[in-house]
């Protein structure tokens, strides 16, 4: 994933310390099909994901990840989860925490493609056969928001 500026400007200050960021997920389910891409970082297949930009609304955040990873137009249906994560230590020695807000999103339009340097492939895979190589954080991201689908009024969950 590029690097917002923010990031390397606050980079320049705190070398590789860990840093807390916040991170937005989008599940984005077209019937029976959830919309993925293969990360150029690690391969794995992954939930469109991304940092917010400063004083960016996350529901806007994941939309806008959406559309600038895959091309798909998507619409922000309920706050699935949140939760934080262990620290990630990236291959140059950066450190970061995320707290991570997991959307369950509806396809609009468009179509699936690679739009950015962030990911090898992009695809939509049936709900029962997902790809083996998918990321353990995806995997209970879309759990979460496939909850959300089936009872909206219990809200999102906050706790794993």
Known sequence: ?????????????VGTAPLWL???TAVVLDGDQVLLGRRADNGMWAAISGILDPGEQPARA????????TGVVARVLALASVDSGDVVTYPNGDQAQYLSLAF???YVSGQARVADDES????????DTLPQALAPSSATRIADALAAR?????GPRFVR
């Open 1 to 13: 994933m590029p690097v917002p500026e923010f990031v390397t400007a606050l980079r320049a200050h």
């Open 22 to 24: 916040s991170g937005v």
């Open 62 to 69: 994941a939309v806008r990840e959406v559309l600038e990873e």
């Open 104 to 106: 369950l999103c509806e």
């Open 120 to 127: 090898l492939e992009v695809g939509w895979f049936p709900l």
């Open 150 to 154: 089936a009872d909206p009024a219990a």
